[in-house]
T-cell receptor
Framework: DTEVTQTPKHLVMGMTNKKSLKCEQH?????MYWYKQKAKKPPELMFVYSYEKLSINESVPSRFSPECPNSSLLNLHLHALQPEDSALYLC???????????FGPGTRLTVT | GENVEQHPSTLSVQEGDSAVIKCTYSDSASNYFPWYKQELGKRPQLIIDIRSNVGEKKDQRIAVTLNKTAKHFSLHITETQPEDSAVYFCAASPYNQGGKLIFGQGTELSVKP
């Protein structure tokens, strides 16, 4: 398997909801990333996990909570989001940090 | 911190022509420069990359050149086809920052048949 997969493809949630985004890869990569992308803008890095440990947090608000349960799986837990958090959330993975990053298809999130 | 500027923001070419997109970076310690292609509604797709110990890299119709002294790198697409139409992002990865990618603002390439 040479792909990064993400579920769900689309998510609509209210500001009081709790939801989770899921990312999976079976390429044996040991670094995984969460990015946020607004329309017509480049991806912005949120978090980096290396060997299942949080390596980088780009000062992301605590309403976003990442989790890496194992080397293949990355979750992003969402709670009390704001409408401005509506965006495409992309997961990426690489063999190790600082190597080529491969993106998943993203989850299109709408916060109402 | 690193800053990447990308030009032009839009580029329209006739099918068969060449297209060139340029990026400049600010941090001389950056050592990895990937290019991503993102079609509408799709994921960013890594199309080519170059490391700072190499000046040029080619893969079929696409090539990337790097000038470390001037701190700029460019994407060259030859014999463009309508399926090359997409947004292209350059990025720079500062040395020893955990693989962090700093992206340019993107170039929307349109190839007219």
């Amino acid at each position: 398997d040479t792909e990064v997969t993400q579920t769900p493809k689309h998510l609509v949630m209210g500001m009081t909801n709790k939801k989770s985004l899921k990312c999976e890869q079976h390429m044996g990569h040991r670094a995984m990333y969460w990015y946020k992308q607004k329309a017509k803008k480049p991806p912005e890095l949120m978090f980096v996990y290396s060997y299942e440990k949080l390596s980088i947090n780009e000062s992301v608000p605590s309403r976003f909570s990442p989790e890496c349960p194992n080397s293949s799986l990355l979750n992003l837990h969402l709670h009390a989001l704001q409408p401005e958090d509506s965006a495409l959330y992309l997961c990426a993975s690489s063999k190790i940090q600082a190597w080529e990053q491969y993106f998943g298809p993203g989850t299109r999130l709408t916060v109402t | 911190g690193e800053n990447v500027e990308q030009h032009p923001s839009t580029l329209s070419v006739q099918e068969g022509d060449s297209a060139v997109i340029k990026c400049t970076y600010s941090d001389s310690a950056s050592n990895y420069f990937p290019w991503y292609k993102q079609e509408l509604g799709k994921r960013p797709q890594l199309i080519i990359d170059i490391r700072s110990n190499v000046g040029e890299k080619k893969d079929q119709r696409i090539a990337v050149t790097l000038n470390k002294t001037a701190k700029h790198f460019s994407l060259h697409i030859t014999e463009t086809q309508p399926e090359d139409s997409a947004v292209y992002f350059c990025a720079a990865s500062p040395y020893n920052q955990g693989g962090k990618l700093i992206f340019g603002q993107g170039t929307e390439l349109s190839v007219k048949p």
